[in-house]
């Protein structure tokens, strides 16, 4: 669960053969497959869970540190580890929170629209990127006319079809923003790639990790509040290591946390009553 | 999941229908399966390929646009970037990370925003320009680097056979 399907992909340097490529397509098969295991979207679970993943002798660090953690955090939804994981858990917390704030949801469906216009007019291929945003913008709008009940909204968020065209549209206002503001981004570009291509080749396209760049522009874009709290081998005191965005802002609340694991991204809640 | 693919498929084939690229015919083979597409490209002017015309298939996936459709000529053409078996090898046919001849460029990769449409402009480009650095087909590289004469004669006897002529007299 805590890593992401590229890293298991087979990077090729040579030009392969047809059977090494008939193999590569049972492989790549084999871990969808594993991963398709998972839903793509776990119910909410009581924080203890994650401490149930490791092994109190031969894991003792992520162990202490998954009980230290459980002092802050009451709840965690696992989310499928496939390469969207950290678009696909903003999604999943921005959606929980327009599900209980009106008027975030409206602002939400505006800024939607806006979005969509200022895509075309940064380039983006105009009916292929449109259909993603006027996808999401429906589904937002069912939420806020009460055609979903709130089961209803995770069925969909849990299948493949509709949560991968929702998630489509957070890929594309990351890329969009990143675009937008080409010139305070570009010099952090690895060198011999442009912008245009960084954004076409590791946020347009699905089953791609987010790296820093990228969550950076998806906070900046959506206006939302992240809080990433990491769960390394530091043996940090009081839960460990946290970062906020977009700016570490003291006593702000983040409208959402997510876990980082090496590689991975799932969602968590902080224990209210010990607030 | 099938079903916002059906959609996407169905707006493409509409936009193809009313703007078609010139030189380009592509539709779903039947009605009831708008996963399987045959298509017909022309050779582009003023290349070995220039007035054949080449039947193709492009099978889409099931969660299409997320993944890319395969594209696979019919005709046995002899191409750089042309399997054997007709397979099409194009970065665009190919997400990020997903290269397998090693050599392709970081540009136009497969992503959702891309189309159709976008797929059959490559694959025109590709037939004017063949990329050796990258082949399926090595003899035809090989050949095409360094005997184009050859080549060319090839080219010339398959633009024929698409257009069901003699075969040349040379």
Same mark, same amino acid.
């Given at each position: 669960?805590?890593?992401?399907?590229?890293?298991?992909?087979?990077?090729?340097?040579?030009?392969?053969?047809?059977?090494?490529?008939?193999?590569?397509?049972?492989?790549?098969?084999?871990?969808?497959?594993?991963?398709?295991?998972?839903?793509?979207?776990?119910?909410?679970?009581?924080?203890?869970?994650?401490?149930?993943?490791?092994?109190?002798?031969?894991?003792?660090?992520?162990?202490?540190?998954?009980?230290?953690?459980?002092?802050?955090?009451?709840?965690?939804?696992?989310?499928?580890?496939?390469?969207?994981?950290?678009?696909?858990?903003?999604?999943?917390?921005?959606?929980?929170?327009?599900?209980?704030?009106?008027?975030?949801?409206?602002?939400?469906?505006?800024?939607?629209?806006?979005?969509?216009?200022?895509?075309?007019?940064?380039?983006?291929?105009?009916?292929?990127?449109?259909?993603?945003?006027?996808?999401?913008?429906?589904?937002?709008?069912?939420?806020?006319?009460?055609?979903?009940?709130?089961?209803?909204?995770?069925?969909?968020?849990?299948?493949?079809?509709?949560?991968?065209?929702?998630?489509? &549209?957070?890929?594309?206002?990351?890329?969009?923003?990143?675009?937008?503001?080409?010139?305070?981004?570009?010099?952090?570009?690895?060198?011999?790639?442009?912008?245009?291509?960084?954004?076409?080749?590791?946020?347009?396209?699905?089953?791609?990790?987010?790296?820093? %760049?990228?969550?950076?522009?998806?906070?900046?874009?959506?206006?939302?509040?992240?809080?990433?709290?990491?769960?390394?081998?530091?043996?940090?005191?009081?839960?460990? &290591?946290?970062?906020?965005?977009?700016?570490?802002?003291?006593?702000?609340?983040?409208?959402?946390?997510?876990?980082?694991?090496?590689?991975?991204?799932? %969602?968590?809640?902080?224990?209210?009553?010990?607030? | 999941?099938?079903?916002?693919?059906?959609?996407?498929?169905?707006?493409?084939?509409?936009?193809? #229908?009313?703007?078609?690229?010139?030189?380009?015919?592509?539709?779903?083979?039947?009605?009831?399966?708008?996963?399987?597409?045959?298509?017909?490209?022309?050779?582009?002017?003023?290349?070995?390929?220039?007035?054949?015309?080449?039947?193709?298939?492009?099978?889409?996936?099931?969660?299409?646009?997320?993944?890319?459709?395969?594209?696979?000529? #019919?005709?046995?053409?002899?191409?750089?970037?042309?399997?054997?078996?007709?397979?099409?090898?194009?970065?665009?046919?190919?997400?990020?990370?997903?290269?397998?001849?090693?050599?392709?460029?970081?540009?136009?990769?497969?992503?959702?925003?891309?189309?159709?449409?976008?797929?059959?402009?490559?694959?025109?480009?590709?037939?004017?320009?063949?990329?050796?650095?990258?082949?399926?087909?090595?003899?035809?590289?090989?050949?095409?680097?360094?005997?184009?004469?050859?080549?060319?004669?090839?080219?010339?006897?398959?633009?024929?056979?698409?257009?069901?002529?003699?075969?040349?007299?040379?």
């Amino acid at each position: 669960m805590a890593n992401d399907s590229d890293e298991n992909k087979p990077t090729s340097t040579a030009a392969m053969t047809e059977d090494d490529l008939l193999l590569q397509d049972q492989q790549l098969k084999q871990i969808e497959d594993e991963q398709k295991a998972s839903p793509l979207v776990g119910d909410k679970l009581p924080f203890y869970a994650l401490a149930g993943l490791y092994d109190p002798v031969s894991a003792i660090t992520f162990f202490t540190k998954a009980n230290e953690l459980a002092a802050i955090y009451s709840d965690i939804r696992f989310i499928r580890g496939d390469g969207n994981c950290f678009y696909r858990a903003v999604l999943v917390g921005i959606v929980e929170i327009l599900m209980k704030d009106r008027e975030r949801l409206i602002k939400f469906i505006d800024t939607g629209r806006e979005w969509m216009a200022k895509l075309v007019k940064l380039g983006f291929p105009d009916w292929t990127c449109s259909d993603f945003c006027e996808f999401f913008i429906e589904f937002l709008e069912k939420i806020r006319d009460g055609k979903y009940t709130e089961a209803e909204v995770f069925q969909n968020l849990n299948d493949d079809g509709t949560a991968n065209y929702l998630l489509m &549209y957070f890929r594309l206002i990351t890329s969009g923003f990143l675009k937008d503001n080409c010139e305070e981004y570009a010099p952090f570009i690895a060198e011999g790639m442009t912008l245009q291509q960084y954004c076409e080749t590791e946020i347009e396209a699905m089953w791609k990790e987010a790296d820093h %760049l990228s969550i950076m522009a998806l906070v900046r874009a959506t206006g939302i509040r992240l809080r990433i709290q990491y769960m390394d081998r530091s043996e940090a005191p009081n839960g460990g &290591y946290q970062h906020d965005l977009p700016d570490e802002a003291d006593n702000v609340t983040p409208d959402i946390t997510l876990l980082y694991r090496p590689g991975h991204y799932d %969602l968590i809640y902080r224990n209210l009553v010990a607030q | 999941m099938a079903g916002y693919a059906l959609k996407r498929l169905m707006t493409e084939y509409k936009e193809l #229908t009313t703007r078609p690229p010139e030189g380009i015919i592509a539709a779903p083979i039947d009605e009831d399966n708008f996963f399987e597409w045959e298509c017909l490209i022309t050779g582009p002017e003023e290349t070995c390929f220039a007035n054949g015309v080449f039947p193709a298939r492009i099978t889409f996936p099931q969660d299409y646009p997320l993944s890319p459709p395969k594209m696979r000529f #019919t005709c046995g053409i002899f191409h750089p970037n042309i399997y054997a078996d007709g397979r099409v090898c194009i970065s665009i046919l190919h997400a990020p990370g997903d290269d397998p001849t090693g050599y392709e460029l970081s540009n136009e990769r497969w992503s959702p925003v891309q189309s159709i449409e976008k797929i059959l402009l490559s694959v025109v480009s590709m037939l004017a320009e063949p990329n050796d650095e990258s082949p399926a087909n090595v003899s035809a590289a090989k050949m095409w680097r360094e005997d184009r004469a050859q080549f060319e004669k090839i080219a010339d006897s398959l633009v024929r056979k698409t257009l069901c002529l003699p075969a040349s007299e040379i």
